[in-house]
């Protein structure tokens, strides 16, 4: 069974930095491009950052230069460390899993983690 899990969302605020992760099954973990999307209220999902299994990275570029995404081999965790956040960051933060090649907001997802950037 799949399985993406998803911790470490919170509030914090503005300027402040934040890590969520993400624990995967092995069984895609080993294959697939691991990434982090994100959904404010009203807004469409958008991909934040992922990661290939080359270690290939791509981020949105409202992240660039703040956000880093990372990947555990030995403990099948992915990481999406933010620093210095912005109220506009504020999101649910959900972790995706999609096979190579696919296109879009596809594949599989965790529940979901809630970021707040708040004063």
């Known amino acids: 069974q799949v399985q993406l899990v998803e911790s470490g969302g919170g509030l914090v605020q503005p300027g402040g930095s934040l890590r969520v992760s993400c624990a995967a099954s092995?069984?895609?973990?080993?294959?697939?491009?691991m990434g982090w999307y994100r959904q404010a209220p009203g807004k469409q999902r958008e991909l934040v950052a992922a990661i290939h299994t080359n270690g290939n990275t791509n981020y949105l570029d409202s992240v660039k230069g703040r956000f880093t995404i990372s990947r555990d081999w030995a403990n099948h965790m992915v990481y999406l460390e933010m620093n210095s956040l912005k109220p506009e960051d504020t999101a649910v933060y959900y972790c995706n899993a999609k096979r190579p090649g696919a296109l879009g907001p596809t594949g599989y997802w965790g529940q979901g983690t809630q970021v707040t950037v708040s004063a």
């Open positions: 092995v069984s895609i973990f080993n294959i697939y491009i």
